[in-house]
């Protein structure tokens, strides 16, 4: 599918969990089907409008904050690595290749100083 239904899928996901609400919890305040919003969390499907705008009803957030990619969803409960995840998430390729570089750096530092 295409990189925008991946992305918003992503997104749907971050927002539910962040809500701690389980995706079968997800279909029923929704309306949907438990496959096919996985199938749009996943991003095999490409989510029609009335779709979204099950979800951020469900999600009890607005469009725009589903769309702002540069906002990463609430997520205070999450480990860490989840945390560290959802902002590589909203990054470009370069930036994440960046991000990749200075955690070496930073490792070898580490591991150096042993």
Known sequence: MSKISELIGQR????RAAKGINQEEMAHR???HTSH?????RGEKSATLDSLEKI????DITFEELF?????PPNIDAPLIEKIVSYLRIMTPDEQNDVLRVVKILIRWKNASE
């Not at 749907?12 to 927002?15: A, D, F, M, P």
């Open 12 to 15: 749907i996901r971050q927002y």
């Open 37 to 41: 919003l996985g199938q749009i969390e």
């Open 68 to 72: 702002s990619f540069d906002r990463i």
């Open 56 to 59: 951020v009803d469900a999600l």
């Open 30 to 32: 929704s309306n949907m």
